[in-house]
């Protein structure tokens, strides 16, 4: 079974908003077995239209599902609301090979 990744693009609006979500957030991914690949560190885009975000997070899963279990967990629920309240952006899913 193939590893899945969760790909954040994210563009920050309310800071302390989004502190609040990035401090609580890395305990419900890794319960979940998700572990960080990058998180908001330097991006620029090489080819294309630059992500909407200017914020990109890659979490690695132990598969599609697991991914999706914790995106759709009452734990990562709660968080999106504080996500939401402090930034806007999009999540992506993809398994890889």
């Known amino acids: 079974m193939s590893s899945a990744y969760v790909i954040a693009s994210v563009h920050v609006t309310n800071a302390i908003e989004f502190e ?38 890659i979490v690695e899963f132990e598969n599609y599902e697991r991914a999706l279990e914790w995106y759709h967990s009452n734990e990562y629920s709660q968080l999106v609301k504080l996500r939401q309240a402090g930034s806007y952006g999009t999540l992506v899913v993809v398994e890889g090979v």
């Open 20 to 57: 609040k979500y990035r401090l609580q957030v890395p305990s419900v991914t890794e319960g979940y077995g998700g572990k960080y690949l990058a998180r908001g560190g330097k991006q620029k885009t090489l080819e294309g239209e630059p992500f909407i975000g200017n914020r990109t997070v």
